[in-house]
């Protein structure tokens, strides 16, 4: 993975700004406040913000003028393109994500979708809360060095803000350890002359007086003027040879602009014939159209005609086939109707059994009030303990009639909605499509999903409510959708009635209307035997309190009234035989129940018949009026037809006219087509084309040569006004006493640097020392740490120690000892973090190239020291990208790499 450019317009402080990066180490300079920090920001807010986010953060990015920040980041991920478009306006702003693969394959995404492809591409975390940042973002912020966290333990950070177990993933593939360190002693005899070069930190010193910071800073100011005048003598001589070159430039020019003239004219000359021949074979091809449609025309009255003579036998013939149908359905119709009567005669005959068993019933009943009444008289002793039985009894009854939810209300109201259920499934079946199948020979048909077979001459029909597909075998599939302005709401009705009906049914706990009747009667049934308890328990009991004899009237007159009450329905009934036993009586009534159930049963069906009859009854009318209504219709196209006929006659004339004029019209269409096609072989053999594009090259040619005359020309000026300056007067003389006086500052440098050296070796020399075993940490990462430290304190001892979460608790080298991270120094904090991250970049990078950010985080490293890390990072490059930014342009140069400095840049952009 790498980053190939970044375009920033209208973001902070940066107006306009264009980068493009290399694969290996890129360094960005300027001073501060130049936007270094704000093109890293606007790069990582282009990758981790959303575009409509109206966080504080993004507020703060909008430059004071005004304007829409825009960010534009083009990067390598896994050989694919990956170029990312961000406008951050509010609700207004836009993301555009383009991803080109190494096939040649482009996928295009915008807003959230360009969001996400991007957070699966780089690695983050699910994106959440009003700015859309990722939950985490995988190994980044170890490789993201801000500005503000240059002086931060790199473990701390991944623990607040990261997800370290991308790092420890890597980590536990690897394993291993290692032990290493020393004390130290402090040697003075050798520190007097140590700290006339460096400070006790290690760093070189730079107090006013110091030999070598003194001998350093004249070196550089020879050195810069050196440079200075020599980029002065080599643009003075490449104007010299400049000013040679478009000299030569201008006067070959010069001859040949007339040359490019003349062809031009003559390339002018030879389209103009092409124009006026494709003119001509313009007009040409009017009459060519005019005459097509004319004879269009004629052939368009001819097939009219025949079209509405085809349309007449069709609707003749269908009027025929629809007369005949209207007949059957009358006569089915009337041979339905003739069936009610039968129906209606066994449904009042069932009624009238019904009532009579009901009447045998009270009967039996009051007769068995007398038996009961007679028993109370004989023995009244026994009636305390037959009251209880029949009070044990009575509440039996009352719990199984409590358990039943049905009510008559409910059955009412099942009827109901079971008759629109039926209603609106006939309407239903009535709307449906009616498909006839007739097969030649034997063929094999699907519809809906059911297959069958036909044989020859064999005929089906099927109905069809629902959108269907019909297949005939392999070689042919019809979509069917029946038609009907009303099927949509027929059929959502049918579906509501159904819903409803099945509703009420579930809510009483029931699965059919039988169910709930045989529920209600069950219900009846009881009710009366609790009614027949009931009254044998007032029986029983005395209207008010007294001795047995007032109890004895009592029961001789309820007997009495019994008896009355059994004569008179006897009389009605005309039923002169009961039974004198109770237990007679109550097996009679309970063979009563029985057949009051079939009673009722049998009424309950015979007027399930007679309204199943009536339905189809209305069935059938319904069948015959469509039939008449679609006769009428068809009546009425039949006559429109033959009118539409006879009015063409009128118009067009007979047949033998439209014919004759059609002929003609062939003809007159045939000669302008033979004379179009002469017209444009000619133009096809002058190669307009050909014409066309010598033209246009000519002109091209000699207005890019005028053109080019006129820029050398101005250049030449330019040339000529910066070799004529006051300032190139005696340029290689003091070029000269420049390289003499670097040279004399460079060696004075260089002999303290060997002094220095000498001291430090011998100080480092006498106060090394072992310092204790490092502690046992994550092998990996503390290998590759110190391996980076040895290479930056030149082969010296160093070792680290860090916590489990990547914290960073201490650091030991030969020459200082161990020292906790936060009591080092700022610069040493800095680059330790620099190291750090780039040992676990490079730990990453085994698995997946990734690049590095540096935003000025070596601001505070001392020169000796920023050779050395600039040798590592320069290796490093060879593996991943570095992007670094610095305000110390001059110190950076020794990095090598690619080098930019903000203010060309911004040059560049404008």
Known sequence: MHIHSIRVCEFGTIDHLEVEFTDGLNVISGPNEAGKSTLMKAAWFALTRRCTSKAQE?????????????????????????????????????????????????????????????????GFGEASGRKGVPEHFGFWPAVWVRQDERQMDPGKHLTGKGDPDSISSVLAQIGGDLLAGSGAEIVERAQEEYEKFFTSSGNLTSRSGAPLHEATEERDRAEKRFNELKQTRDRYEEDLDRHSRIQDEIGGLGDQIPELKEEAEDAQEAFGQVQELEEEIEKKDTELDTAKSERNRLKERLERRDDLRDTIGGLEDDLEEKTSVIEEKREALEAHRDGRDELTESKEQASEQLEELKETQRTLRAHLDVIRAAERLEDLEARTSRLEDLQERRDDLTGEIAGIAVEREDIDQLETLKETRDETKTRLETAAARLRFQASSEVELEVGGEEFMLSGEEQTTRNVEEPTTIRVESLLEIEVEPGGEDLASIRESAGEAEN???????????????????????????????????????????????????????????????????????????????????????????????????????????????????????????????????????????????????????????????????????????????????????????????????????????????????????????????????????????????????????????????????????????????????????????????????????????????????????????????????????????????????????????????????????????????????????????????????????????????????????????
């Open 58 to 122: 993004i507020r703060n990015i909008v430059p004071n003028s005004g304007g829409t920040p825009e960010v534009e980041v083009s990067l390598i991920v896994d050989g694919s393109a990956y170029r990312l478009e961000k406008t951050f306006d509010g609700q207004s702003g836009t993301a555009h994500l383009r991803v080109e693969d190494q096939d040649g394959g482009v996928d295009d995404y915008t807003g959230d979708e360009a969001d996400e492809a991007i957070r699966e591409a780089l």
């Open 500 to 910: 409803e009906y099945e509703e009420l049914l579930g809510d009483l706990g029931v699965e059919s209307l039988a169910d709930a009747r045989s529920q209600t009667q069950e219900w009846d049934r009881l009710e009366t035997r609790l009614a027949s308890i009931k009254e044998q328990i007032e029986d029983l009991l005395p209207e008010e309190d007294g001795d047995l004899s007032e109890a004895k009237i009592r029961a001789e007159r309820e007997l009495e009234q019994a008896q009355n009450k059994r004569g008179d329905l006897s009389d009605s009934e005309g039923e002169t035989s009961l039974p004198d036993d109770e237990a007679d009586v109550r097996g009679r009534l309970d063979e009563l129940e029985d057949e009051l159930e079939a009673a009722r049963n049998e009424a309950e069906e015979a007027r399930e018949k007679v309204q199943a009859h009536d339905t189809r009854t209305q069935e059938l009318r319904e069948e015959l009026q469509r039939a008449e209504t679609q006769a009428e219709g068809i009546e009425e196209s039949l006559e429109t037809a033959r009118e539409d006929l006879e009015a063409h006659r009128t118009s067009h004339g007979p047949d033998e006219k439209i014919e004759s004029d059609l002929d003609e019209a062939k003809e007159i269409f045939q000669d302008r087509k033979e004379d179009v096609e002469s017209l444009r072989s000619k133009l096809d053999a002058m190669s307009p084309e050909d014409l066309e594009a010598r033209k246009e090259r000519t002109e091209e040619a000699l207005e890019s040569a005028r053109e080019e005359k006129k820029g050398l020309e101005e250049e030449l000026n330019k040339v000529r006004g910066r070799l004529e300056s006051d300032d190139l007067r005696g340029l290689h003389g003091r070029l000269e006493d420049a390289r003499q006086e670097l040279e004399e500052a460079r060696a004075e440098v260089r002999r303290l640097e060997r002094q220095a050296e000498a001291a430090k070796l011998l100080y480092e020399t006498l106060t090394e020392s072992r310092a204790e075993a490092r502690k046992k940490y994550l092998a990996p990462l503390r290998e590759e740490v110190e391996d980076l430290l040895g290479r930056f304190f030149d082969a010296e001892k160093t070792a680290v120690e860090f916590g489990e979460a990547f914290t960073l608790q201490k650091l030991s080298r030969s020459s200082d000892g161990s020292l906790e991270f936060d009591q080092l120094s700022t610069g040493a904090k800095q680059q330790l973090s620099v190291l750090v991250r780039l040992a676990m970049a490079r730990l990453i990078a085994r698995e997946t190239p990734h690049p590095m950010f540096l935003d000025d985080a070596l601001s505070d490293t001392d020169p000796n020291r920023l050779r050395a890390i600039a040798d590592i990072l320069h290796s490093a490059a060879r593996e991943m990208q570095i992007i670094m930014t610095t305000c110390h342009h001059d110190r950076h140069r020794r990095l090598s790499g690619t080098t930019m400095r903000m203010d060309v840049l911004k040059q560049q952009a404008v």
